[in-house]
């Protein structure tokens, strides 16, 4: 058999993919980053008490603080209301934790997340509600405000709006007067 050919980047010229020989300037080796590039989240999975006024809502009625996950994870495709209606239906039937997994990984996906020591749906089939208080505490301290939904979010972040802080230069009346 012959040996197989080296390597080859592709570069595009604006018609099609054309194989070149040599490697991209930009090219860096193949090492992967420290930690594998993951961030650590920003509180534990026990940390309930950081936000009490979640951690009883959640424990009250955990379709509540669902739906406001779904609703930012899935960048408002999906409503809070469809969201949490959707987990309590599936809490009847005990594939509750199944669901709120999916989401937890789809989060970490977006954000890099690192993931724990143990799978995701363990962490939601063993400790459910601690995991959806995690996971409110992590979209809200990357500055979402899950009492308003992805829209108003969006909105707020056009307008320069962080919370109750106005981003930028005040405006300033058109014209000198004298």
């Known amino acids: 058999m012959y040996p197989a050919p080296p390597p080859q980047a592709y570069h595009s010229y604006g018609v099609a993919a054309v194989p070149s020989p040599v ?3 930009n090219c860096q080796p193949m090492h992967p980053p420290p930690h594998g590039g993951l961030t650590r989240w920003s509180t534990g999975l026990f940390h309930c008490l950081d936000d009490p006024g979640n951690c009883v809502i959640t424990c009250l009625c955990p379709c509540i603080t669902f739906g406001q996950i779904a609703d930012i994870v899935d960048r408002g495709s999906c409503s809070c209301v469809e969201g949490g209606m959707a987990y309590g239906l ?3 039937t005990g594939l509750a ?3 709120s997994c999916f989401y937890r990984s789809k989060m970490r996906g977006q954000y890099d997340l690192e993931d724990g020591p143990v799978p995701d749906c363990l962490v939601h089939f063993c400790c459910e509600t601690c995991a959806l ?3 409110y505490r992590e979209l809200k301290s990357r500055g979402f405000d899950l009492g308003i939904g992805w829209n108003a979010n969006m909105d707020r972040q056009k307008r320069g709006v962080m919370g109750n802080i106005v981003v930028g230069a005040p ?3 058109g014209g000198m007067i004298r």
């Open 23 to 25: 490697p991209p300037a």
């Open 171 to 173: 405006a300033i009346p």
């Open 90 to 92: 599936l809490c009847l």
């Open 133 to 135: 208080c995690q996971e």
């Open 97 to 99: 934790c199944l669901y």
